[in-house]
């Protein structure tokens, strides 16, 4: 095997353990948090995080608050307004999601986002419903009578740049659809799984979703966003509760 791809193979093992370590993981990220700050100046950001374990919850708290001292947390549909200029954004905001399916979601996200009285967004995988350790319908309904907002993160999470014109297609409308007849509500928003633009969707994906209803598409790009940006290319930034704050100014900073 030739070096370069040995090596490559090697940084991906790498980051799969680191990924399976998270509090490793946020060790490691913690010294470059240095150079940078929480934001101060105004930008709307979005964090978002995948499974919140219970032994993690008491960090995702303190992310939470240490986020919401610095600026409000607001709903998806608020931040859409943020972006269509039809709200102020007079410093930092910030709007929280989640991606997949996670049963942690109802059992420590949730209760933990009553608490704080913090909105989110649930970003679903429509396949992984109803499958081990995963949220079954009748756990996203409950969610959504609590209030909570749902979006459509593909039927398979596969990678949407690596499907045919047709299979990329389907990711994207059955999911809307299936979520929306399963939880009763409209499906507006999309989260793109991987979410880096050539290497994991394409420009096809964001035209697709336009054309099939959604109103906004989010990346995993980072940097924040301003009153004017287009909602079809949403930046977000992929937090772990189990990072320190200094991890965390690595992905959160003005
Ligand atoms: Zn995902």
Same mark, same amino acid.
């Given at each position: $095997? ?5 090596? *490559?193979?090697? %940084?991906?093992?790498?980051?799969? *353990? ?36 219970? %032994? ?16 409000? $947390? ?13 709200? @102020?954004?007079?410093?930092? $905001? ?15 996200? =949730? ?16 396949? $992984?419903?109803? *499958? ?8 996203? *309904?409950?969610?959504? !009578? %609590?209030?909570?907002? /749902? ?9 949407? =740049?690596?499907?045919?014109? +047709? ?18 509500? +409209? ?9 880096? @633009? !050539? ?11 336009? %054309?099939?209803?959604?109103?906004? /598409? ?5 940097? =924040? ?21 200094? =991890? ?7």
């Amino acid at each position: $095997m030739p070096t370069a791809i040995r090596k *490559r193979l090697n %940084e991906l093992g790498l980051r799969s *353990r680191l990924r399976a370590r998270p509090r490793v993981q946020g060790r490691i990220l913690a010294p470059a948090g240095l150079l940078r700050r929480l934001p101060s100046a105004p930008g709307l950001y979005f964090p978002f995080y995948h499974d919140v374990p219970a %032994e993690y919850g008491d960090d995702l708290r303190h992310h939470l608050r240490t986020l919401s001292r610095i600026g409000p $947390m607001i709903s998806w549909e608020n931040a859409l307004a943020v972006l269509a200029g039809d709200r @102020p954004l007079p410093g930092p $905001m910030f709007c929280l999601s989640f991606d997949d399916a996670h049963l942690t979601w109802r059992d420590v996200a =949730a209760p933990l986002l009553r608490e704080l009285r913090v909105p989110a967004m649930f970003f679903l995988t429509s396949g $992984m419903v109803g *499958r081990p350790g995963n949220l079954t319908w009748q756990d996203c *309904r409950d969610l959504v !009578a %609590e209030g909570f907002d /749902f979006g459509s993160h593909t039927v398979t999470h596969t990678r949407l =740049a690596d499907q045919d014109d +047709e299979a990329a297609a389907r990711e994207l409308i059955d999911s809307k659809r299936e979520i929306e007849e399963e939880l009763g509500v +409209e499906v507006r928003d999309f989260a793109a799984p991987y979410g880096h @633009p !050539a290497v994991d969707f394409r420009e096809r994906d964001v035209r697709t979703a336009r %054309e099939a209803g959604y109103r906004s /598409f989010a990346t995993t790009l980072r940097p =924040a966003m301003h009153a004017g940006d287009s909602p079809m290319w949403i930046r977000r930034q992929g937090l772990h509760p189990a990072w320190p704050i200094l =991890a965390v100014r690595t992905r959160v900073h003005d």
